[in-house]
């Protein structure tokens, strides 16, 4: 089943680099109490993820943060070194968006929004779509009809949804 507007997110640990090494970060502490925008990725460095989809939410981040949201996360079915990395590489992290990867596909796979492209080489990825959470549960859901595009998931789109 498929995530909708009104559904609670599930317990999900996704996990990040810090000062120790790679260290997992429950999603439900990041939601509590607080107004997050959420949007993931088929995978990092891939085109329209790298040249569209992140750049969107950099060149958005003022404005949601205007807009009363507390932060913004990037999520992706890639291992924690590599959203790192990308972080950097696409001045994301400098941006102030934090990049979560979901290595296991735990969370992409509770809410319905794997998929697998085996000509593209990517199996058990996320669909690309973009989410307002308050307080753990959606309030806005836009997910894209194709993984290679960014038309109705990018920063704006959603900042146009809040």
């Known amino acids: 089943m498929t995530i909708s507007v009104g559904d609670r997110l599930p317990e999900a640990s996704l996990v990040r680099i810090g000062d120790n090494g790679p260290e997992a970060v429950a999603l439900s502490d990041k939601l509590a109490g607080r107004r997050v925008a959420i949007f993931a990725v088929p995978g990092a460095y891939t085109p329209t993820c790298h040249s569209a989809h992140v750049p969107s939410f950099i060149r958005t981040k003022d404005q949601f943060a205007a807009k009363g949201v507390d932060e913004i996360i990037c999520i992706s079915v890639n291992d924690p070194f590599v959203m790192q990395a990308w972080g950097t590489a696409t001045g994301a992290t400098d941006a ?11 969370l992409t796979k509770a809410i319905g929004m794997d998929f ?18 308050e307080d753990g549960v959606v309030t806005v859901l836009l997910p894209e009809p194709s993984p290679g595009q960014c038309d109705v998931s990018g920063g704006e789109a959603l900042l146009a949804e809040i």
């Not at 102030?96 to 735990?106: H, P, Q």
């Not at 697998?116 to 959470?133: C, E, H, N, Q, T």
Request: charged share 20%; glycine share 10%; no cysteine.
């Open 96 to 106: 102030g968006i934090t990049m979560l990867a979901d290595a296991e596909s735990t």
């Open 116 to 133: 697998d492209a085996p000509p593209a080489g990517l199996i058990g990825r996320s669909k690309r779509y973009a989410m307002m959470v």
